[in-house]
């Protein structure tokens, strides 16, 4: 029976070739959709919306006539069982009918004439529904008389004994092996080929790989891919914890449930802890607790950090005990926020910090807001080494145009956290994300050495945690995760000779500056030097970050850009600038890397950044099941995962 | 004690930072030379050679006045013991005194001035020794009166007993993470983001990443990393199982064992297959047999297979149960070679086979060389796909100037091979190396369609394997790996509308076709269609090499090329021509992808190829002693924990 409806899927499948990339509707096989779409898994006792549509396209290459379908039907089969209409399988009232349409374009010949494909819709939603027993379910729309589109969903039967008392989650945003590899070679010294000393990722005794893959799309954002990892539903780009539907309103896609929502359901004096270097509006902060089709709604996502949803009824969620970032911007009164989130949380019993001396001072005992900076938290790099890049930025996170001077670092941040967490919860168990999000950040502008510098960061903040969990007497009740929501095509291929490349005149002698194999010689970044940087016992960073001999680093795509492959100094590149302003009209920045040479772009000229990757990203753990975590998976067993070792599954 | 000679090593290590792209001599410290150098680990009772060198400068940044010391000398020290001249540590006469010069440039400005460093040396080389007693041990040099060089040694304390009867070893030359993700995308139907069908390597249970760095440079060749897989030694570039001493001779250089070698002293009747997609006297293949610092010496690697070494004494090595692969003209009479092998290996009771009928009849009683065409061998793509491209290559393996046109791939040579071993050797066992050598073949010209298709014939192979395995009631006595011997900086960032590609009149137009993150769209390589390619049950490749909307692949570091992401139906790629014959000018060809856009290079203008990359390399394992294989470690355990499993450590 598994077997039959696979392969009725796959034809379904097959039969919409003619739009793959430019897409109807993702996760869409045919005129009739079902949200969650086939394949979809679920932990037993999850919440989720259910979206029915049926469309009918007016015009274009699958043109029909007639309006689309308002009898529609929808039942529910459980393996070996018969099927069983929805409003009674689930015990809801029938959802009314909404109608819409919608266009989109069937690919870019069709977008540069500006010939939109046209659809009609009808459809129904049924709201807040669960799947408790373990098994596979059959979920069929009946429509236009003989047509039907199945979705095949899967309740995973998982072991419901808790083992695990906390979890805390690791996020490089856009990491991946090749970047661990720089890092590594760059902090860490070596002889004859061999390290002297690990990174701490290196001493995980668990290796896996994760694939990111989206629902339709085979490149993910990080907003897809934070779903995937907290709730197991992989769905579209931009995409918090709902399935998009064709209808405009970002906030009335179909939702389902995240592992901060079942933790603290399951047991409401548990502890919940989300830090991020980025601003906290952003995606994988964002996806632990916002549910909307638009990850640009950032006064959503603060408002559910806050007070969770209001437009429907939805899970009991009364905020995380931590919330650590930056991105003042969203916390304050504005023109899309109407209110004062700072006073918003004091009144709800957080203690607010606005610097890295209030973080540290902040009570252990008490909720806790820190919001250190406007925008993304600057970058390690600049934060340690090159100093001067803090100054003239006005971005307290007060709104009062100072400058913040006194800012933590993603170590800081998380070892508070945990400290936080401990002491309020130390019963009950606690869950923390925190996330390194510059990696991407500063790879999606070519700014490798910042990027690096923040994957050493993680590093750094993993080795403190883990050593505090021992010295906390946590550690072994503890599972910690690392791993990425997705890659950047990054990779070293040598080394450069950077003085030899300032002193070649045009761009095919300076490329003579660049070795290869034998060529690549030795890291110079661990090598000493009177003005080398020095670190305490255990922390690997490199001791100069301007060696002669510098990385030949590269990603696979870019849009047009100077390289002279040396650190930036004055502040995080910028490869590329808008001709005249025309946003869809980027070229090389000269001023980016004045000595450097002219590398002309693979992306359409309207990408300003490098963009994300294919490849898998890998996944380290110790601690409780880290045995679930050893080879090849999908970025929703990672929830999955992490729901079965904190005994959430309600299965049995 | 370990402690402080690892602050010694460092110190050493800083004093040469003005040569760590250039270099004198690759892992010598300072003035004085030991091989095995510093970190070097050994297997208890592994042959090797010593090679001591002191050096004067005559002129450059490190000239001295003065001879090289005649006079130095050599202890070594078993850790809380006290040093032993090395003559009576190992019971040999003391070697006779060597002198030479060399010359090399310390850096690119030395070298467009041709302004080299003069070095003088003398030197000595003990001969085939070994440390059979597991700990640590310094080697050190005493020279010019006062100075030393310490070398630390350590050899480890591994179990002895025998875990697997049967050790298969499959490389995929030059395989990522990244490209196992792409292949898995063009070969496995998925359904909203989820694998229908998994790859072999998916289904391992464990997972790790080695690390590939050489002795010397921060990127490895291939015959250096292969070396480091088989012997527990890294090296440099171009070597295979020796460390490189400065002299001009490449077979005097110091020796160490292989696992071939010491698997075959261990147990005479034991069995060794050799498989290559590539010509045999290649690097990865070359490597479990040869010694010799110039991977570009044929004729010896060949000679290596038929008898071993010759020029010294060294261990009982009467050649591969089996040897199959391609590069015909190495086995031919000709300048280089003075004997015809087919001849000698006839005569040494092998069978020998020039085409796939022909190897699948062979007897399986009897030893087997097989040779299938000159060169490396066609790729599965112009195998299976793209046939017309087999034709009018002269590539007979007899020399006799026909085609080869009936060509085994690796799977059929593979499953040979394993054959033959278990008829032979099915009470003592045998170690199978199996390498897809064209997956790096084809990633250095950039062919990304034709290095995929040979990855996934490497994970046809491997499933192949593991049935047949199954099937001779040898599967769970044989430890699987499968592996890489390092990477290239390859990895997808989204789609390319071909249509609209060709469509457009320049460039920038052109980069317009790029679809990235949800305008990636899905796989239309597993769609159906007309024409599409059916494979037998269980088997995955894609069903089309030419759908509109191909991946937009690419590597971080590239000559000049044209790229219109489009399959090369006429045979493999050519990317860049040297510009009126001139092998230091290369240039874009325009005829290699006439439609495409021009991407200006970032490699030197002599790199006709795309180069080697950085990034750790994954290990798949199961079988017997699969445990050892997680996590991440130097690509040198890979021997040690192979040599563990069969039991070859000599250790207490």
């Not at 027993?133 to 589109?149: D, F, I, M, R, V």
């Not at 508070?416 to 502008?445: C, N, P, Y």
């Not at 450069?496 to 761009?507: G, I, M, N, R, S």
Request: glycine share 8%.
């Amino acid at each position: 029976m598994r077997t039959l409806s696979i392969v009725h899927a796959i034809a379904a499948f097959v039969s919409c070739t003619a739009a793959q990339t430019f897409q109807r509707l993702g996760g869409c096989p045919d005129l009739g959709c079902v949200f969650p779409p086939d394949q979809a898994d679920f932990l037993a006792g999850q919440y989720f919306d259910i979206r029915l549509e049926v469309h009918s396209p007016i015009n274009g290459s699958e043109a029909r006539v007639g309006e689309p379908d308002p009898n529609f039907t929808f039942t529910i089969t459980k393996k070996r069982g018969k099927p069983i209409a929805a409003t009674k399988f689930f015990k809801v009232d029938e959802p009314k009918l909404e109608r819409w349409d919608f266009s989109w374009y069937e690919d870019r010949f069709a977008e540069d004439a500006d010939t939109p494909s046209i659809v009609n819709v009808t459809s129904k939603i049924y709201r807040r529904v669960a799947l408790k027993e373990p098994g596979e379910y059959e979920a069929t729309l009946n429509y236009y008389g003989s047509q039907k589109t199945v979705a095949n969903w899967l309740v995973r039967d998982l072991p419901t004994k808790r083992r695990a008392k906390n979890v805390i989650l690791f996020i490089g945003d856009g990491m991946t092996t090749n970047m661990i590899t720089a890092a590594r070679l760059i902090a860490h010294k070596s002889i004859n080929g061999k390290y002297m000393t690990k990174m701490a990722l290196d001493k995980f005794p668990v290796l896996g790989h994760q694939m990111t893959h989206s629902m339709d799309s085979f490149i993910t954002d990080s907003a897809n891919s934070a779903t995937a990892l907290y709730s197991g539903h992989k769905t579209t780009v931009n995409a918090l914890n709902v399935y998009v539907d064709s209808s405009e309103d970002p906030f009335d896609d179909p939702k389902f449930e995240t592992i901060a929502e079942i933790f603290r359901r399951h047991h409401p004096h548990a502890g919940i802890g989300i830090v991020s270097t980025a601003f906290l509006a952003d995606a994988t902060p964002a996806a632990l607790t916002s549910h909307t089709s638009d990850r640009g709604e950032y006064d959503h996502v603060i408002s559910t950090y806050y007070e969770g949803l209001t437009n429907y009824t939805w899970t009991e969620w009364n905020g995380p005990d931590v919330l650590l970032g930056a991105g003042a911007e969203n916390f304050l009164k504005s023109e899309d926020a109407k209110r004062d989130y700072y006073d918003l949380f004091a009144q709800n019993d957080y203690s607010v910090a606005w610097n890295k001396t209030a973080l540290q001072n902040a009570p252990n005992d008490q909720k806790l807001l820190g919001v250190f900076q406007t925008s993304n938290l600057a970058t390690w790099l600049d934060r340690n080494v090159y100093q001067a890049n803090l100054l003239n930025k006005t971005n307290y996170p007060d709104g009062s145009g100072r400058d913040a001077d006194d800012l933590p670092g993603l170590k800081e941040m998380t070892l508070k956290a945990i400290d936080v967490l401990h002491e309020r919860h130390s019963d009950d168990g606690w869950f923390i994300m925190s996330e390194a999000a510059s990696v991407d950040k500063q790879m999606h502008t070519l700014d490798y050495d910042r990027a690096l510098g923040e994957l050493l960061e993680l590093d750094d903040t993993v080795r403190a945690t883990i050593e505090k969990l021992k010295h906390l007497g946590e550690l072994e009740d503890t599972l910690v995760i690392v791993t990425a929501d997705h890659g950047h095509g990054f990779d070293v291929t040598g080394s450069v000779d950077t003085k030899y490349l300032e002193a070649q005149d045009d761009d095919r002698h300076k490329r003579s500056a660049v070795g290869y194999y034998e060529s690549s010689g030795l890291s110079q970044y661990t090598t000493g030097g009177p003005n080398s940087l020095r670190y305490s016992e255990g922390v690997h960073f490199p001791t100069r970050w301007d060696p002669r001999y510098t990385l030949h680093s590269g990603v696979v795509a870019f849009p047009d850009h100077h390289e002279n492959y040396q650190v930036h100094k004055d502040g995080p590149r910028t490869p590329a600038l808008a001709a005249q302003g025309d946003k869809n009209n980027y070229y090389a920045s000269y001023k980016d890397a004045v000595s450097g040479i002219l590398i002309n772009g693979t992306l359409p000229v309207d990408a300003a950044q490098g963009v994300h990757s294919l490849t898998d990203v890998p996944v380290f753990a110790q601690g409780p099941c880290q045995e679930l975590f050893g080879g090849v998976y999908s970025s929703i067993d990672i929830f999955f995962n992490i729901a079965e070792c904190l005994g959430l599954s309600e299965g049995k």
